[in-house]
């Protein structure tokens, strides 16, 4: 702990310049996982906390662990997986950070039991904006802090330098015992999602794939030990492996829905059984648990593809994937979108909706974006204000926003290509902001943000008058705020001169992403990851009804 405590001092003497000063500063880990244009960024004052990357403690009987904010999901999984325990919520990128987690907006698929990242949280350690160093809690013990701990989960830093957090933990299991269960409609699919939610379920892990409105994904996983005799177990982390979504399309592309599966086998004329364990129009497989909670890092989701056609010469086949293997995990992939400059073109949105919004939301989508695959992630909600997507009073139109009340969401993930014009990439992303906020939705702010500053606290204003009263309470007015934090100006400098020219030139942009990526050796933090599994070397045996 001494060393954490030196590094702490460092940080809280640098914010206590900034503070006497009266300058702002954003914080700098060494990686982003935003996808908000870099020369945003360039230049400004930086707190460095790039040294606290540690997992100080694990602690198998309390079932906390004590992590610094750098650490990366897949650091902090390798070190809890040893005590057989893991982060009930885990960011399914491994670059990740938990620091990032508490400060911005983390969702995943085990979210719908367990909320969000933040709240599995027990504590945050936060230098203040005026160099104070303070624990806070969300409730219980001496209460101190109570507001700061609310107000900072997800308000990106604007309130203090998270510096330590107790994480929670829950028991581990050898295996994720997955099913994916086909649908064969968009309003299918979103029911699906809300039954595989269910408690009796026993689920531990419910996300979604949408391939197209009339073939969806739902997959579900349970947590085991078990490993049933003659099962063999599907790995995602090495290069020849498949890439998870596209594993998943071809296991279910030629099944039936199983809501069609299950109305013909209860009709009397049905003389097929189906098995209880893996019923028809499901496919059941065995996935080692870090093999699981990663299994989109290969391809980045299916964002990867987009590589493919950005070197249009270079075939999207087995060969070049497995060839090409070191670019195509998620820290390289977000090296080479920012240093391509082609960020600036690449829909990236995540958008949290009211059950009964998200099939209105996915047309939309479909007609004015024409971006496929789509990511389904249910989400528990916690109640107002927050600036992570909740169920807002009032519903629609941003209108008679309030504390809000605690609830059930879908994130609906968009990735994908926008018009190559500038100003018409604007205006789609514009005009969905407009939709979810008529939808009663609201965006995650990690992504693109192209509101006007009354647009946003129409969106966020619910938030508003207790998050301005925190900043004044920590002095923390000198800071930006989270919306400029988020905002992408359109006009700014960076957008001109001859650098996003030449970047702009096919491929120089993806030459220069290329080459970054070579630099930043990220690659090498997955060839010698500890937690890709080295158990069986049998592999892609599954179970199709």
């Known amino acids: 702990m001494e060393r954490h405590r030196q590094a702490v001092r460092l940080v809280s003497s640098s914010v206590r310049a900034f503070f006497e000063r009266g300058e702002p500063y954003r914080i700098w880990h060494g990686s982003t996982n935003s996808t908000r244009p870099p020369h945003q960024k360039a230049g400004a004052r930086a707190v460095d906390i ?19 904010p750098n650490v990366p999901m897949d650091r902090l999984v390798e070190s809890t997986l040893a005590h057989g325990l893991v982060p009930p919520v885990v960011m399914e990128f491994p670059g990740i950070t938990a620091g990032g987690g508490f400060a911005g907006t983390a969702g995943e698929s085990s979210s719908f039991k367990h909320g969000y990242f933040d709240e599995n949280v027990r504590g945050v350690e936060v230098v203040l904006p005026d160099g104070e160093v303070v624990f806070a809690r969300p409730e219980g013990g001496d209460g101190a802090y109570e507001d700061l701990f609310r107000g900072a989960a997800g308000a990106l830093g ?11 933990l829950i028991e581990a299991k050898r295996f994720v015992r997955t099913t994916y269960r086909r649908t064969s ?34 997959v579900s996983g349970q947590m085991t030990n078990e490993l049933p005799e003659g099962e063999s177990i599907q790995t995602f982390s090495r290069a020849w492996d498949p890439w998870f979504y596209m594993h998943v399309r071809d296991l279910t592309k030629g099944l039936p829905s199983s809501a069609s599966s299950a109305s013909s086998s209860s009709s009397p004329s049905n003389s097929t059984p189906t098995s209880p364990t893996s019923p028809e129009g499901t496919v059941t497989e065995y996935i080692p648990l870090a093999e699981y909670l990663f ?19 270079v075939p999207f086949t087995r060969f070049f994937r497995w060839l090409l293997d070191d670019f195509l995990h998620t820290r390289m992939l977000y090296r080479a979108l920012h240093g391509s400059g082609e960020s600036a073109r690449f829909v990236v949105q995540d958008v949290g909706m009211p059950y009964e919004s998200a099939e209105p939301f996915v047309d939309y989508v479909s007609e004015n974006l024409d971006i496929w695959p789509l990511w ?7 109640r107002g204000p927050t600036f992570h997507p909740h169920l807002r009073a009032g519903g629609t139109e941003g209108q008679g926003q309030g504390q809000g009340e605690v609830g059930e969401m879908l994130n609906i993930g968009v990735w994908g290509w926008g018009p190559n014009d500038r100003d018409a990439f604007v205006r789609a992303n514009r005009d969905l ?8 939705g609201m965006k995650w702010l990690y992504a693109h943000t192209y509101y006007s500053e009354p647009e946003f606290w129409r969106a966020y204003g619910g938030h508003r008058a207790e998050y301005e009263a925190l900043r004044q309470k920590y002095r923390a007015t000198s800071l930006p705020s989270v919306y400029d934090k988020v905002r992408v100006k359109v006009d700014a400098a960076g957008d001109r001169g001859w650098k996003p020219w030449l970047k702009s030139l096919w491929p120089v942009g993806g030459l220069v992403g290329i080459w970054k990526g070579i630099r930043s050796k990220d690659y090498m933090l997955h060839r010698n ?14 179970k199709v009804a």
């Open 433 to 440: 902001e407009r939709r979810v906020d008529e939808l009663g």
């Open 529 to 542: 990851a500890t937690w890709k599994w080295i158990g069986d070397e049998k592999a892609g045996k599954t």
């Open 158 to 168: 604007t309130l203090g330098v998270a510096t330590l957090l107790e994480l929670r």
């Open 295 to 313: 299994r989109y890092d290969r391809g980045g989701f299916w964002v990867g593809a987009a590589a493919f056609d950005y070197f249009r010469p």
């Open 50 to 68: 790039s040294a606290l990357g540690d997992v100080l403690s694990v602690d198998a009987a309390r079932r906390v662990a004590l992590v610094e």
């Open 185 to 218: 409609s968009v309003a299918e699919a979103v029911r699906v999602v809300r039954e595989e939610c269910a408690s009796e379920k026993g689920n531990d892990y419910v996300d979604g794939i949408l391939f197209s409105k009339d073939h969806g994904v739902i």
């Open 376 to 382: 389904l992630c249910p989400l528990k909600t916690p």
